[in-house]
């Protein structure tokens, strides 16, 4: 059971931790903004503060803390290229007061950020083996930073896999640049495979949920990482179909989404049994988080 | 300085704060003693020194925490009685100052207030720059009379608030500069079970004077420097050895009077292992999910953050304020229905985390068995039955599952 109660006061670390309440709410600056589905779009901000902007590092699924001014603050995934953190892309989707708000927002508009936060993927710890990336959905955009990553670092990987699913052609992410983007992942030996629950007439890819990709992937269960990023039930069913095929649930990354407040272990809402999602997530191998998402925690 | 007796008495089944934090015999520094006179001159001390005195004082039918300038202020010979849902002040025969058990405040609505700013983001001529909240210096407080319990709510907010990887700069500045003249109690509440969370009725940490009211006066024990000038500047004499076994004896009546004791031995695996457990349902077939329970609750800590924008728009606030896991909206996300949209995926949360996960994440239980929940639950859910049952019907299920929403 519990360690034996030792109630005084704490000793401070002799590190002190970063105090982060609230702030430090960084400005930032609305470059381009670019839609990409019919509710989603991309905002590429640069921080206001040139110091700030040069200092400025992410990982891969790690997020940001995204505030309108006076409408409110909300997790936002960074979606750009970890190497290129000086300018950075949130790529959302207009469900509520601040994403709508945010899409009322333009070029040379001014909003807040705090961060990065959170526990990014397992970049390092899947290297020497297979990556396999499925992203349902919006799912794409906390792993595009991955993708990006494992390009840059091709022969630390053996084969690299990306599986996207959507619910049709117009919602599929990056769309604009997908083309491009697919073949600059071709051109760097990443296998890619779409698929689609509801084709149009010209739609030359898969169809059906992101799983059906599974088969003609040639999954090598043993030497394989995988990141998984999509709405819960995708992550849960794609989780539990890698576990079929052999994959160790260690070894399946998913990313959760929970309600944050604060972002920063302090505000409660996000917590899942005794997981805070903001700082111990939101990448949890799914081995750790599958009982706590089963008891609907 | 004589020991105390543990509040457990030997041959008692080990609680789950199994260790009791024994204080520390130091040998040279008296125990002190107080008349009331010197009991009131200790009070105009605290406030010479600057402090806001927030001691327990009566207002509309409660004992609650507020600003106290004297003697006066306090309450004397009042009682309290304490049942689920019920609650009610009693004359006593004498003119004892703290004969009651604690009510509904604790030291967590000064130091974690309900509401409060955290910063000002404003755009003059359409440039953003954002503010630190600037309300002035943090208020330094000055407790009077808390209780052993509160007193361990207050160093397990530490640890929320202090002890993880973000510190939380408003709290700390309140805490680094709070005074704590802690209370032994003497006069538990019918609700109250400290002596099975190992939280009370002695104060064993925390203080910079730990005092036990007698006939007559208040037995002072010193817990740090300043607690020592405070009352020598209140001319406090040194106790005789009868005022100080009567103190003793007052605390281990006050313990033995503590009927509550529930068995909590590994009630972190029982409440973990029964989340689909049918008794949640019959719970929240009572439970009103107005949120008084983690309101009145000393550890709870889960706050909403709101920004509010002036009408100009130019100018905007950011707050927290308390929350409620009982609430649908605590786990809304957006285009979906709330994670735990059921009364009893709440209730069960909010027991699970006092009792397992609390645990888990900050290395104590988050309960210091106050009995307030249960005081101030207005269905009169009483959180140590509750526990009782689930470990009663350890291992049934919800034949409809219908907690395996797994996967919302
Ligand atoms: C780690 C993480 C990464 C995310 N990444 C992205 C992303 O890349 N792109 C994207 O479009 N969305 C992302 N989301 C979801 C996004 O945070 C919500 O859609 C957004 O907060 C909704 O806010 P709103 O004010 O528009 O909605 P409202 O329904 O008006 O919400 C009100 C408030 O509730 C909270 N809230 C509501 N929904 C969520 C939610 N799903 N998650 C957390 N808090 C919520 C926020 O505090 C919000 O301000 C992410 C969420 C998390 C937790
Ligand atoms: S859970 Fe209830 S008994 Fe325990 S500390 Fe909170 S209010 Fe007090
Ligand atoms: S348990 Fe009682 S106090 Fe808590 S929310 Fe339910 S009705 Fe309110």
């Known amino acids: ?297 | 300085m004589v020991p105390l007796a543990s509040c457990r008495k030997a041959g008692e089944p080990a609680t789950f704060l199994r260790e009791h934090r024994e204080r520390k015999s130091e040998g040279t520094e008296p125990v002190r003693f107080m008349d009331r006179p010197a009991f009131g001159r200790l009070l105009a001390e605290l406030a010479r020194r600057g402090y806001a005195v927030i001691g327990p004082t009566l207002r509309g039918g409660a004992i609650v925490l507020d600003h106290v300038e004297g003697l006066e202020d306090l309450p004397r010979g009042l009682g309290s009685r304490h049942g689920p849902g019920v609650y009610s002040l009693l004359r006593r025969d004498d003119d004892r100052l703290f004969g009651q058990a604690p009510g509904p405040d604790s030291a967590k609505r000064f130091l974690f207030p309900p509401r409060e700013r955290l910063a000002t983001v404003s755009r003059p001529g359409g440039r953003l720059t954002v503010d630190r909240a600037a309300d002035g210096e943090p208020p330094r407080y000055a407790f009077v009379g808390l209780r052993a319990c509160d007193l361990q709510a207050v160093l397990i907010q530490d640890r929320v608030f202090l002890g993880g990887p973000y510190r939380d700069e408003p709290y700390e500045a309140r805490r680094d500069g709070a005074f704590f003249l802690a209370a032994n109690c003497t006069d538990p509440g019918q609700t109250c079970f400290c002596t099975s969370t190992g939280t009370g009725p002695w104060c064993r940490a925390g203080f910079d004077v730990a005092v036990t009211e007698i006939d007559g006066g208040m037995v002072a024990e010193v817990g740090t420097a300043e607690g020592r000038e405070v009352l020598d500047a209140a001319g406090a004499r040194e106790a005789s050895p009868d005022e100080i076994a009567a103190s003793d004896r007052a605390v281990r009546q006050a313990a033995d009077r503590i009927d509550r004791r529930p068995d909590l031995r590994g009630i972190g695996e029982v409440l973990y292992r029964n989340a689909g457990n049918p008794v949640w349902d019959e719970i929240a077939e009572r439970c009103l999910a107005c949120g008084n329970c983690t309101a009145v609750c000393p550890t709870c800590f889960c706050h909403d953050v709101v920004d509010t924008a002036s009408i100009t728009g130019q100018e905007a606030e950011r707050s927290r304020e308390w929350a409620s896991c009982f609430s649908e909206e605590f786990t809304h996300v957006a285009g979906g229905s709330p994670i735990r949209a059921s009364g009893a995926s709440r209730y069960r949360q909010w027991l699970t985390h006092k009792f397992a996960s609390w645990r888990d994440q900050f290395g104590v239980p988050g309960c210091v068995g106050c009995g307030r929940c249960v005081t101030w639950c207005p269905a009169g859910i009483d959180i140590l039955e509750v526990l009782a049952a689930i470990r009663a019907r350890d291992g049934e299920r919800d034949h409809d599952e219908r907690h395996r929403t797994a996967v919302r």
């Open chain 1, 1 to 297: 059971m519990s360690a034996a109660i030792a109630m005084e006061r704490l000793e401070p670390a002799p590190e002190r931790p970063p105090a982060d309440v609230g702030l430090p709410l960084r400005v930032a600056t609305i470059r381009r903004v670019v839609p990409e589905t019919p509710d989603t779009s991309t905002y590429w901000l640069t921080l206001a503060d040139p110091a700030e902007r040069a200092r400025f590092r992410f990982e891969p699924g790690q997020f940001d803390m995204l505030t309108v001014p006076g409408v409110g603050e909300s997790a936002i995934s960074i979606s750009s290229d970890p190497a290129h953190p000086e300018r950075l892309a949130h790529t959302v989707r207009a469900v509520g007061r601040v994403t709508r708000a945010l899409g009322a927002l333009g070029s040379g508009d001014r909003i807040g950020l705090r961060g990065p936060f959170g526990r990014p993927w397992p970049m390092a710890e899947a290297e020497g083996g297979d990556l396999l990336i499925v992203a349902g959905g919006l799912g794409l955009a906390p792993v595009r930073p991955a993708i990006f990553r494992a390009m840059r670092a091709r022969d630390r990987y053996r084969r690299v896999v990306v599986l996207i699913g959507a619910r049709g052609p117009e919602h599929l992410l990056f769309g604009g640049e997908f083309d491009g983007w697919g073949q600059w992942m071709r051109d760097r030996e990443l296998e890619v495979a779409l698929s689609v629950d509801v084709p149009t007439d010209d739609w030359p890819y898969g169809v059906g949920v992101v799983t059906t990709l599974f088969d003609g992937a040639r999954i090598e269960p043993q030497r394989t990482t995988a990141l998984v990023c999509g709405p819960e039930i995708m992550m849960c069913f794609a989780a539990h179909d890698l576990v079929v095929r052999g994959m160790s649930p260690d070894r399946i990354h998913v990313c959760i989404e929970r309600n944050m407040q604060c972002g920063v272990r302090l505000c409660g809402h996000c917590q899942l049994g005794p997981l805070f999602v903001c700082s111990d997530g939101p990448v949890f191998p799914f081995g750790e988080v599958v009982d706590h998402l089963e008891a609907g925690r």
